[in-house]
């Protein structure tokens, strides 16, 4: 499956973005879906997920309460809703599947979209 992340710009700080992660080549309804965020000079860090079977999502304590992630298989599409956003989220955000069963698994993604950049800046 081929990942496409799009949806980022530059915002001001408290202002909302939605990202979306779009696929090809397969049915991203399979997939547990996740969106990473690195942001210069850091590691890249896992902040949210959805899974397959339940739709049960999982959230960094970073953005917890800020941001909603969801998914609509119809348009085989994943998507990141920010919310309050601040300066410390500007980054470059991914989105990826995998093969596993449980989304939490931030280390054992297996297909990468490109990323898309969030510059939160007044």
């Known amino acids: 499956v081929q990942l496409q992340a799009s949806g980022g710009g530059l915002v001001q700080p408290g202002g909302s973005l939605r990202l979306s992660c779009a696929a090809s080549?397969?049915?991203?309804?399979?997939?547990?879906i996740g969106w990473f965020r690195q942001a210069p000079g850091k590691e890249r860090e896992g902040i949210s997920c959805i899974n397959s079977s339940d739709g049960s999502t999982n959230y960094a304590d970073s953005v917890k309460g800020r941001f909603t992630i969801s998914r609509d298989n119809a348009k085989n599409t994943v998507y990141l809703q920010m919310n309050s956003l601040k300066p410390e989220d500007t980054a470059v955000y991914y989105c990826a599947a995998t093969e596993l069963w449980n989304c939490q698994a931030y280390g054992s993604y297996d297909y990468w979209g490109q990323g898309t950049l969030v510059t939160v800046s007044s």
């Open positions: 080549g397969g049915t991203l309804d399979y997939y547990p």
